[in-house]
């Protein structure tokens, strides 16, 4: 039983629509036809109570959205709100109906319903003109929209979300396509009467370049693969990768014993012209990345964690939920203090099943997670301050942070700290059960609590997740989270575990792994060299507290004009820093010895220009992990499939 059931209705003004039992749905129709505009609109009825008197009553708008962890409903991009009050059977609209927004709470307004109303009529537009993560602005182009219906739409206050019936429906433009969890109805673009719960949590991905595959189609429920691209060639996806999303289905099924939800689409939007990002829901996953994702190997390897680890949400944070995040509502503030293990166990499960399933071969996630663990090993000083649990606690006011400094600063770290974090555990129930379990073990019973089941919310507790793991093994369980938690070493303790129990061990070499090859055309990432990253142009996107370049007098911001006296480019810096390389008698390539050249920078800072040189010795350095002769392979055992 779902959560939200079991907490009681709030207590409402007289007269609204939660006054007594709702006795007809909400109705709520959106029109896509101006997507290419950037505009949509939305009809929305309410019924309500007839009163001989005019009542008090008051509308929200969704504030607080599952999946992420914050106040990020996009108010500001309402426009065009309008009520009418309707009398009778008729429905017909009425007299205009005045809204009053409260003081304090910018989401709520306040209304007085007239005497004999039956139906508020409400007319919104939404303006998907704004990039900012999370939010349906700047998701949609010339030939595609998505949709979230919590942008366009409003309900009574104080009610529970999953008391309140909506029948929704869509119109979109000619020869458009559309794909949806959301079950149809009479008509093609009309669908069933679900909870506000179910809606919010069923986007609509819709576009003239539209394609809809069937994945593992021997697996019940059925899965699909919708595709939304630019222009057509963005979603003429290759056999094989359709082939790795259908073992993707198969492994999730064998990890996590269970199914949750009646069906489920990936809704794929492959664009330039929106913001990219991956949100979960509960049977299905909204995943925006760039227009030729699919189509270019290198960037197809960028996301190949992406639908994994929101399809994982559907167990790990749909399902299963932290207490704090299992809200009755779309008001009521949110609690991110276990989001450690909702999106820190999703990123690594995420990763496990991107290299299970083929999107991923072993080596590409070894390169991926050495440079996760070299980051948290020598670039992330912010940990001596903030510890781990504060980045969940905080995750609210941290996902917009990030930028200049962010390696002091912390931004929502129990992602990739979290990767960490899972692989410690998994590797320890390992070691300590001589391989005999493992956390996929922890998973079946965790994610995979009561069976198959149609969509509901479970939720945990910390002391739960505990007594999942001493289930599987004896341990003290609080104690290892909690000590990794609260940790505030300038090393993440996870490092040791990886060093130690998974048959490899993290060292740096000269040559650019996996990763670093990709990320060579967005500039050089000299952070473990000097301590600084730099973009193709010569600015400085970071510098690490307390490293090589910041005691030089470097900062972000500042522009590089030149590298020993020659205009910068990254292979010159790059250059630079291997040709300053003393060998093991400190000798410089070159040069006699104890002769070792410093690097010379020119660079700008805000008109200004200043030398700066860095007595740097060291050479280049790119994270690696180095397989430790003597110690069970538990890392590659991890990611062995359970499938054929």
Same mark, same amino acid.
């Given at each position: 039983?779902?959560?939200?059931?079991?907490?009681?209705?709030?207590?409402?003004?007289?007269?609204?629509?939660?006054?007594?039992?709702?006795?007809?749905?909400?109705?709520?129709?959106?029109?896509?036809?101006?997507?290419?505009?950037?505009?949509?609109?939305?009809?929305?009825?309410?019924?309500?109570?007839?009163?001989?008197?005019?009542?008090?009553?008051?509308?929200?708008?969704?504030?607080?959205?599952?999946?992420?962890?914050?106040?990020?409903?996009?108010?500001?991009?309402?426009?065009?709100?309008?009520?009418?009050?309707?009398?009778?059977?008729?429905?017909?609209?009425?007299?205009?109906?005045?809204?009053?927004?409260?003081?304090?709470?910018?989401?709520?307004?306040?209304?007085?319903?007239?005497?004999?109303?039956?139906?508020?009529?409400?007319?919104?537009?939404?303006?998907?003109?704004?990039?900012?993560?999370?939010?349906?602005?700047?998701?949609?182009?010339?030939?595609?929209?998505?949709?979230?219906?919590?942008?366009?739409?409003?309900?009574?206050?104080?009610?529970?979300?999953?008391?309140?019936?909506?029948?929704?429906?869509?119109?979109?433009?000619?020869?458009?396509?559309?794909?949806?969890?959301?079950?149809?109805?009479?008509?093609?673009?009309?669908?069933?009467?679900?909870?506000?719960?179910?809606?919010?949590?069923?986007?609509?991905?819709?576009?003239?370049?539209?394609?809809?595959?069937?994945?593992?189609?021997?697996?019940?429920?059925?899965?699909?693969?919708?595709?939304?691209?630019?222009?057509?060639?963005?979603?003429?996806?290759?056999?094989?990768?359709?082939?790795?999303?259908?073992?993707?289905?198969?492994?999730?099924?064998?990890?996590?014993?269970?199914?949750?939800?009646?069906?489920?689409?990936?809704?794929?939007?492959?664009?330039?012209?929106?913001?990219?990002?991956?949100?979960?829901?509960?049977?299905?996953?909204?995943?925006?990345?760039?227009?030729?994702?699919?189509?270019?190997?290198?960037?197809?390897?960028?996301?190949?964690?992406?639908?994994?680890?929101?399809?994982?949400?559907?167990?790990?944070?749909?399902?299963?939920?932290?207490?704090?995040?299992?809200?009755?509502?779309?008001?009521?503030?949110?609690?991110?203090?276990?989001?450690?293990?909702?999106?820190?166990?999703?990123?690594?499960?995420?990763?496990?099943?991107?290299?299970?399933?083929?999107?991923?071969?072993?080596?590409?996630?070894?390169?991926?997670?050495?440079?996760?663990?070299?980051?948290?090993?020598?670039?992330?000083?912010?940990?001596?301050?903030?510890?781990?649990?504060?980045?969940?606690?905080?995750?609210?006011?941290?996902?917009?942070?990030?930028?200049?400094?962010?390696?002091?600063?912390?931004?929502?770290?129990?992602?990739?700290?979290?990767?960490?974090?899972?692989?410690?555990?998994?590797?320890?129930?390992?070691?300590?059960?001589?391989?005999?379990?493992?956390?996929?073990?922890?998973?079946?019973?965790?994610?995979?609590?009561?069976?198959?089941?149609?969509?509901?919310?479970?939720?945990?507790?910390?002391?739960?997740?505990?007594?999942?793991?001493?289930?599987?093994?004896?341990?003290?369980?609080?104690?290892?989270?909690?000590?990794?938690?609260?940790?505030?070493?300038?090393?993440?303790?996870?490092?040791?575990?990886?060093?130690?129990?998974?048959?490899?061990?993290?060292?740096?070499?000269?040559?650019?792994?996996?990763?670093?090859?990709?990320?060579?055309?967005?500039?050089?990432?000299?952070?473990?060299?000097?301590?600084?990253?730099?973009? /193709?142009? %010569?600015?400085? =996107?970071?510098? $690490?507290?307390?490293?090589? @370049?910041?005691?030089? &007098?470097? !900062?972000? #911001?500042?522009?590089?004009?030149?590298?020993?006296?020659?205009?910068? /480019?990254? %292979?010159?810096? =790059?250059?630079? $820093?291997?040709?300053?390389? @003393?060998?093991?008698? &400190?000798? !410089?390539? #070159?040069?006699?010895?104890?002769?070792?050249?410093?690097?010379?920078?020119?660079?700008?800072?805000? =008109?200004?220009?200043?030398?700066?040189?860095?007595?740097?010795?060291? &050479?280049?350095?790119?994270?690696?992990?180095?397989?430790?002769?003597?110690?069970?392979?538990?890392?590659?055992?991890?990611?062995?499939?359970?499938?054929?």
């Amino acid at each position: 039983m779902s959560l939200f059931r079991l907490i009681p209705l709030a207590a409402l003004c007289a007269a609204t629509v939660a006054a007594g039992a709702q006795t007809a749905p909400i109705t709520l129709s959106v029109d896509l036809t101006d997507a290419p505009r950037k505009i949509l609109h939305a009809t929305e009825t309410i019924p309500v109570q007839s009163a001989p008197q005019p009542v008090n009553m008051t509308l929200v708008y969704p504030e607080w959205i599952p999946g992420e962890h914050g106040p990020t409903g996009p108010i500001v991009n309402q426009a065009g709100f309008v009520i009418t009050a309707s009398r009778g059977a008729s429905g017909e609209p009425g007299e205009r109906v005045k809204w009053e927004r409260d003081l304090v709470d910018m989401y709520s307004f306040h209304i007085t319903v007239p005497a004999a109303t039956t139906q508020l009529n409400i007319k919104m537009d939404f303006l998907a003109t704004s990039s900012a993560q999370f939010t349906a602005g700047g998701s949609t182009s010339a030939n595609l929209a998505l949709l979230s219906w919590n942008t366009l739409l409003v309900y009574p206050a104080g009610v529970n979300a999953a008391d309140v019936m909506v029948t929704p429906s869509i119109s979109i433009p000619a020869g458009w396509k559309f794909g949806t969890a959301l079950e149809a109805a009479a008509t093609p673009t009309s669908f069933q009467t679900v909870s506000l719960e179910q809606l919010i949590d069923s986007p609509v991905l819709a576009g003239r370049w539209f394609r809809e595959i069937d994945l593992a189609p021997e697996v019940t429920p059925k899965h699909y693969l919708d595709l939304a691209g630019d222009g057509p060639d963005d979603i003429a996806l290759s056999q094989e990768h359709i082939d790795q999303f259908s073992k993707l289905v198969r492994e999730t099924g064998a990890l996590y014993k269970s199914r949750h939800y009646n069906s489920y689409h990936f809704l794929v939007t492959l664009s330039d012209q929106v913001a990219h990002f991956g949100l979960e829901h509960h049977q299905s996953s909204d995943d925006r990345v760039p227009e030729k994702t699919f189509i270019d190997e290198g960037s197809f390897a960028e996301a190949g964690d992406l639908l994994p680890h929101e399809f994982t949400h559907s167990w790990n944070g749909k399902y299963r939920r932290p207490a704090g995040l299992a809200t009755p509502n779309y008001q009521e503030p949110m609690k991110g203090n276990l989001l450690w293990v909702y999106e820190g166990l999703t990123n690594y499960l995420g990763d496990v099943l991107a290299a299970r399933s083929g999107l991923w071969s072993p080596s590409v996630f070894r390169d991926r997670l050495a440079t996760i663990a070299a980051e948290y090993n020598d670039a992330r000083p912010g940990r001596t301050w903030r510890d781990l649990q504060d980045t969940a606690t905080a995750a609210q006011i941290l996902y917009n942070a990030g930028g200049p400094y962010d390696n002091w600063r912390r931004d929502v770290d129990y992602y990739d700290e979290g990767d960490l974090l899972w692989l410690e555990v998994d590797e320890t129930i390992r070691e300590k059960t001589h391989g005999t379990k493992s956390l996929n073990d922890f998973l079946a019973a965790f994610e995979g609590f009561g069976g198959n089941t149609p969509p509901k919310v479970v939720p945990y507790s910390f002391e739960d997740v505990v007594a999942g793991l001493n289930a599987v093994v004896p341990n003290d369980w609080a104690t290892f989270l909690r000590t990794r938690l609260d940790s505030n070493e300038l090393q993440a303790p996870e490092i040791a575990g990886i060093n130690t129990l998974s048959g490899y061990k993290l060292t740096y070499t000269d040559k650019p792994n996996y990763w670093s090859q990709l990320e060579e055309g967005d500039g050089l990432d000299a952070r473990y060299s000097l301590g600084l990253t730099v973009n /193709t142009i %010569g600015a400085i =996107g970071d510098v $690490i507290i307390g490293g090589i @370049g910041y005691k030089a &007098g470097l !900062a972000p #911001g500042f522009q590089i004009i030149a590298v020993n006296g020659r205009a910068f /480019t990254p %292979g010159l810096l =790059g250059a630079a $820093i291997r040709d300053a390389k @003393g060998d093991a008698k &400190g000798d !410089a390539k #070159g040069d006699a010895k104890g002769s070792l050249p410093a690097i010379d920078l020119i660079v700008e800072n805000t =008109g200004y220009f200043k030398l700066i040189s860095i007595d740097y010795h060291g &050479g280049e350095k790119y994270p690696q992990l180095e397989r430790v002769d003597g110690v069970p392979d538990r890392l590659d055992n991890i990611l062995q499939p359970l499938t054929k």
